[in-house]
C-alpha cells in the first residue's frame, strides 16, 4: 500500500501522482526519490523512517507509471520529458534545492537531470545504476523481448521473465504480494512504451564522460554486490564524478532499498548531513521561480 495520501500536479501538461511525509521537526532537508522499472513510488516506503533523521521525503509515480498519466503514442515517452518532470516537481512542489535519490532506471533519470541543470539540486544519490546501452542491438533486442513477453503473453509471464533475474528475485522474495501489486498497478502502455523508447535506446553512462567530470553537487553512489550488472557502471561513475563516493552493499541484489532497508537509510542520513553541514553547498544553490 502507498505509505501516504496521493496529490497530483501537472508537467507538461501531463498529470503526476506524487506524496510526501515532512520530518519531525519541519525543517528537514528534501528528497526527491525516483523510483525502478516497472514499479511505482510505493517502493520507497521503507524509506519513511528518513523522517526521524531530518529529511522530508517526496516521491512521485513517473510518466506512464501508478498513478500518473500513461499515453499510448511513442512520441510521449522520451528521456528529456522525464528530465524536465525532475526540475518541474522541485520547482513547482518542493520549491526549494533538493536531493534526488534514484534506483535503477530512477537513478538514471537523476543522474540525466543533473547533468541538464545542477541549480536546483543540492544532492544526487544514485542507486544501482545501470550501463544503457553499450552494445545497442543487443540490449534493444533484450528490451524489446521483455515487451513483447507482455504484449504478447500478458502480465503473468513478463512478471515471470521479470524476475527470473536473480537480482531482481531476490528482493521480490522480501513481499513478493507488494512487488506483484506494484507491476500489475501500472498501465501496460506505461511499461511497454518506457521499456521500448526511454530503457533500450538509453545513452549508455561511458557516454557522458565530459558531463560527469563537470558535475558539482555531492553524489553518493549505492550499488549491491550481488547486482552485476551495475558493478561496473558504479565503478566508471565513481571514477568520473568528482564529488562522488561509492558504497557496496554485500549479500545484496538490484532493489537495495528494500534489501538492506537500515543500511540504505543510515547511509542517505549521513550523506544528508554532510551536505547539512556545508552551507556554502547550499548558500550557492539558486533556483528561479516564474
Request: glycine fraction near 8%.
Amino acid at each position: 500500500m502507498r505509505p501516504f495520501a496521493m496529490k497530483t500536479y501537472e508537467s507538461l501538461g501531463r498529470r503526476i501522482n506524487w506524496w510526501s511525509v515532512a520530518d519531525t521537526s519541519g525543517e528537514g532537508m528534501p528528497i526527491v526519490f525516483l523510483h525502478a522499472f516497472p514499479l511505482n513510488s510505493e517502493m520507497w516506503g521503507p524509506q519513511v523512517a528518513l523522517r526521524q533523521d531530518g529529511i522530508e521525503l517526496f516521491a512521485y509515480d513517473i510518466f506512464g507509471f501508478g498513478g500518473s498519466d500513461a499515453a499510448s503514442k511513442a512520441d510521449d515517452y522520451t528521456i528529456e520529458a522525464l528530465i524536465s518532470d525532475v526540475h518541474n516537481f522541485i520547482r513547482d512542489v518542493v520549491k526549494r534545492p533538493a536531493v534526488i535519490c534514484g534506483l535503477s532506471l530512477g537513478s538514471y533519470i537523476a543522474l540525466r537531470a543533473a547533468l541538464a541543470d545542477e541549480d536546483d539540486i543540492a544532492g544526487l544519490v544514485l542507486a544501482s545504476v545501470g550501463a544503457g546501452s553499450d552494445e545497442p542491438e543487443k540490449f534493444r533486442k533484450e528490451i524489446d523481448e521483455c515487451a513483447a513477453t507482455y504484449e504478447d503473453h500478458g502480465i503473468e509471464a513478463f512478471l515471470t521473465s521479470l524476475f527470473e533475474d536473480p537480482s531482481f528475485g531476490d528482493a521480490r522474495k522480501l513481499g513478493p504480494a507488494t512487488f506483484d501489486r506494484m507491476v500489475r498497478s501500472n498501465p501496460r502502455d506505461g511499461v511497454v512504451l518506457t521499456a521500448r523508447h526511454i530503457l533500450a535506446p538509453r545513452t549508455p553512462v561511458s557516454s557522458l564522460t565530459q558531463g560527469l567530470r563537470a558535475l558539482k553537487a555531492p553524489t553518493l553512489i549505492l550499488v549491491g554486490r550481488k547486482d552485476v550488472e551495475c558493478l561496473d557502471p558504479a565503478a566508471f561513475l565513481v571514477r568520473n564524478i568528482p564529488t562522488s563516493t561509492l558504497e557496496i552493499f554485500e549479500g545484496c541484489g538490484h532493489f537495495i532499498n528494500m534489501e538492506k532497508t537500515d543500511l540504505f537509510n543510515s547511509k542517505i542520513s549521513e550523506f544528508v548531513r554532510g551536505i547539512k553541514d556545508d552551507p556554502a553547498r547550499m548558500s550557492s544553490r539558486r533556483m528561479v521561480s516564474e
